[in-house]
């Protein structure tokens, strides 16, 4: 009988067994194996949904050992949850957001665990990895945002600019500030300094003109002051235009994109670079009424981006600073193999085509659908628009054709600063007929261009001799409306140095158009 098997001890009957008070079904035991440390207790957590992104990982000591984790798998994290068979441990804070450890497979994974994309950008802003420039009347943020919310609410802190001035001339100067952390921010420092360097190496006058630069080091903190010429944002600068006409707005918009346009064409053709964000953001006003291109943060050579992620380019390298509706299909998607294979402007055609929608629209590009709203474009500058964005990059469309394009410009605004910008290419014959027939062309236009853009070019010209006496006339009619202090720093210069001219054409108009302008010359 010491030899018998012992009678197997009756199993408890199903009611006889524990059971759980909520779902009031018996509880299973937890098997454990002899090697495993006895589980922890661990305080009721709050129900928390996260998102596991791992990488695929093997484990030996599971029954899905080749099995890779799935990426992106929601997970409700309870006190006493399990992932494949083991118990997860994790410390989660209030907001959910931190992972402290966690056990997975048997292996113990240590900051492996990835966040969601929304999570870790809010996370990232919080950080301010957004940047900050400060211009001339405070804090403006620059095109390259870490993400759309971001860039959405770039201008909308217009409260806090304030103006700068140069001590050296007194002459409004805007300064652009950019803050970071050298170990943290490491890369956007990088691309940051990129975009002084360009800025600094590349000359045009549709370019934003930079003075002086100065980096300072205070610690881990790395602060880049860059001084340029005093702008405004063009999306400041579109707001508050004053209201005219449908046809004098369209042809000052005409105007401008077409200096864009010639600052693209620049880059692209002639220096072949790749400007990456031109945008509504990317463009500034200077009090001459100029659109300037700025924003060469992510400018790169078009032959280091067909290196990829290997090289340096630093429009791969800081591609998640450009929301999604200004890039095309080959730079969404990273192709960057392809893009130094199709034409240099490729990647600014588009962009350009998405400034078009912004200016006409009166704001900011919402997404990629809005692309195809052209009720507001007009109808000579559809064709290139939707050519602009052609969904294969060697069809789209070459700045510098639409720069060319006689019939998208021909208006009296462009044609008139077309031709003073080419005077010292014209003839003695074909200034005299210009200028004497500008006193009425002036009378049809919008104030504000003839104010602040017609009237500087006239004085200049006038100053540096470059003009006949014909153009007296149109500049005294030009500065027309403008206050005291403008017409004594303007106008007042070059008339002063016109009396002292030898040719007596000149003093002889002065003479006669005396009136105009003798109350505002000083008594000194």
């Not at 301010?128 to 620059?142: A, H, K, L, N, S």
């Not at 405004?232 to 200096?259: F, I, M, Q, S, V």
């Not at 050519?387 to 060697?394: D, F």
Request: net charge positive; with cysteine.
């Amino acid at each position: 009988s010491r030899h018998l098997p012992s009678s197997p001890s009756p199993s408890p009957s199903p009611s006889a067994r524990p059971r759980d008070r909520a779902t009031s079904r018996p509880r299973r035991a937890l098997a454990r194996r002899p090697f495993d440390p006895p589980l922890p207790r661990v305080a009721s957590l709050p129900r928390v949904a996260v998102w596991l992104q791992t990488p695929t990982r093997r484990s030996t000591d599971v029954q899905h050992a080749r099995e890779p984790l799935r990426e992106r798998t929601e997970v409700e994290i309870r006190s006493r949850g399990f992932v494949r068979g083991r118990r997860l441990v994790r410390r989660v804070d209030a907001r959910a957001r931190e992972v402290s450890g966690a056990f997975v497979g048997g292996r113990r994974l240590i900051d492996d665990v990835i966040r969601s994309r929304d999570a870790r950008r809010a996370e990232e802003r919080g950080r301010g990895w957004t940047r900050r420039w400060t211009r001339e009347e405070g804090f403006d943020r620059p095109s390259a945002t870490r993400d759309e919310a971001s860039a959405m609410r770039r201008d909308t802190d217009e409260g806090r600019r304030r103006r700068a001035r140069s001590q050296e001339t007194g002459d409004a100067v805007s300064v652009f500030t950019f803050r970071g952390d050298a170990q943290r921010d490491r890369a956007r420092i990088e691309i940051a300094k990129n975009g002084v360097k360009r800025l600094k190496t590349i000359r045009h006058p549709n370019v934003l003109l930079m003075k002086e630069t100065v980096e300072i080091e205070s610690g881990n903190e790395i602060t880049i002051h860059v001084v340029t010429e005093a702008t405004t944002p063009l999306e400041a600068h579109l707001r508050e235009a004053p209201p005219g006409t449908e046809a004098k707005r369209d042809d000052y918009y005409a105007l401008g994109l077409r200096e864009i346009a010639t600052a693209v064409s620049f880059l692209n053709n002639d220096c072949k670079l790749v400007h990456g964000g031109v945008s509504l953001a990317a463009v500034v006003v200077t009090e001459r009424l100029d659109w300037k291109l700025h924003g060469f943060d992510l400018c790169s050579e078009l032959e280091s981006i067909g290196h990829g992620v290997n090289g340096d380019a630093k429009l791969i390298r800081g591609a998640f600073l450009v929301p999604d509706q200004y890039k095309p299909e080959e730079y969404r998607r990273g192709d960057w193999v392809s893009i130094p294979e199709g034409p240099p402007w490729a990647i600014d055609a588009w962009g350009l085509g998405c400034l078009i929608q912004e200016v006409y629209s009166g704001g900011r590009l919402r997404g990629t659908d809005q692309l195809r709203e052209i009720d507001h474009i007009p109808k000579s500058l559809l064709k290139d628009y939707q050519r602009l964005l052609g969904s294969q990059p060697t069809r789209r469309y070459n700045p510098k054709k639409l720069v060319e394009n006689a019939a998208l410009f021909s208006n009296k605004l462009v044609e008139t600063i077309t031709f003073i910008n080419n005077l010292a290419l014209k003839d003695s014959i074909e200034k005299e007929r210009f200028f004497g027939h500008l006193p009425r062309v002036l009378e049809q236009l919008d104030q504000a261009p003839v104010q602040k853009k017609i009237l500087p070019m006239l004085c200049d010209v006038l100053s540096f001799n470059q003009a006949p006496h014909h153009a007296v006339l149109p500049m005294l009619i030009a500065a027309e409306g403008i206050s005291r202090e403008k017409y004594q720093q303007i106008v007042i210069p070059t008339v002063m140095k016109l009396y002292e001219s030898q040719d007596k054409v000149f003093r002889l108009d002065l003479l006669e158009h005396l009136s105009k302008y003798a109350e505002y010359v000083p008594d000194e």
